[in-house]
């Protein structure tokens, strides 16, 4: 039995192929594959949930529920403020099994694009010569793919820091490049900042209203800050409760805000509170390795900043870097590999386990 308001639109496509029936979808993708198959089987189901696995970067991963109608309502308002209608050719070359990948698929049944599924590996454009008015890619794609990126319109970017140096190679390409805000729980992206093209080259309103350094709300949604300062986030189209959010920022205004990291990362070494993130912003333009920065424990400072670097020794020139005296990691400590999830983000507490700090 199929939910009667559950369909997909009359013009929506997948890998160029029209479908007559949503029975005609399933037959295909059984086909094509078993995670995209399996999903759209629980998207068209008599239930009016999905499950979905959370990323597990920040605690274990868990199962949640989201209502099929929210996930609706976040395709539609990704659409409005990014000017997607029906028509439009989107790249999906994330994993299915996790909300970005899940919300590529409900956007293009939702709002009638022509959807290709490609594979969701480190370099998404490397056989694929088509262009396309949108995609969504994690960082090391885009970083790999940054000399095709130019074949696509508009390209957001998430699950994961975008490094400085990939930050440099963006402003080289034609594609409107956005960073993203959000979580399983928030459906994806609920803010988005600007990556490049600083000088408005599109007439989108919303778009042009974007700040380089703050991310921006999308509509209805209401932020503000508990008394760790950390995000609070309310948006009745698409969670039913308010969500409390682990992430410390500066409120610019009802609908800006700059991110300066997770609550969980703040170190208070000596009194002074530093943002690992933030630190690892401004030593991105000295480190061609994977690294990040983190609080251990220190009988005098009661925190001492560390940088941890993946890969062999070598000779690091952190005065090149933009940082303060207390921004200054005390110590760096070498590690062969990084501890990630499944979808490839650092596990920074697993990580700092595997190293011996006397």
């Not at 983000?345 to 595997?354: N, W």
Request: glycine fraction near 6%.
């Amino acid at each position: 039995m199929k939910l009667k308001h559950i369909n997909f639109h009359k013009d929506f496509k997948l890998n160029s192929n029209s479908f007559a029936s949503v029975d005609d979808l399933l037959n295909y993708t059984s086909k094509l594959s078993i995670d995209t198959h399996q999903f759209l089987e629980a998207w068209f189901s008599n239930k009016e949930y999905v499950l979905v696995k959370t990323s597990g970067s920040t605690g274990t991963p868990k199962e949640i529920k989201l209502q099929k109608s929210q996930m609706q309502n976040s395709a539609i308002a990704t659409g409005v403020f990014f000017g997607l209608h029906e028509n439009t050719s989107a790249l999906l070359c994330l994993p299915v099994v996790y909300i970005a990948g899940k919300m590529m698929l409900v956007r293009a049944l939702t709002l009638g694009w022509h959807l290709d599924v490609g594979p969701a590996d480190s370099n998404p454009l490397k056989d694929n010569f088509k262009a396309y008015d949108f995609s969504a890619m994690v960082p090391m794609q885009a970083e790999n793919a940054i000399d095709n990126i130019h074949r696509i319109k508009k390209l957001i970017i998430g699950g994961g820091a975008v490094s400085h140096t990939l930050q440099e190679k963006l402003q080289h390409v034609v594609t409107a490049v956005f960073g993203t805000y959000g979580m399983t729980e928030t459906i994806t992206h609920i803010a988005v900042k600007k990556l490049n093209n600083f000088s408005p080259l599109y007439r989108g309103a919303s778009e042009q209203s974007l700040h380089k350094d703050f991310y921006t709300t999308l509509p209805q949604t209401e932020i503000y800050k508990d008394e760790r300062n950390c995000l609070v986030l309310k948006n009745t189209t698409i969670s039913d409760v308010v969500i409390f959010t682990n992430d410390v920022v500066r409120l610019i205004s009802d609908t800006q805000f700059e991110w300066l990291g997770r609550f969980d990362n703040v170190v208070n070494s000596g009194g002074i509170k530093l943002y690992p993130e933030r630190i690892e912003e401004k030593l991105g333009s000295i480190m061609k390795q994977r690294f990040f920065v983190a609080g251990i424990q220190d009988d005098v400072l009661g925190e001492k900043l560390v940088l941890v670097v993946e890969g062999p020794p070598c000779v690091l020139d952190i005065k090149k870097a933009e940082v303060s005296k207390f921004e200054v990691p005390k110590k760096t400590y070498f590690i062969d590999h990084f501890v990630e999830t499944a979808t490839k983000k650092i596990q920074r507490k697993k990580t700092l386990d595997l190293i011996n700090f006397n």
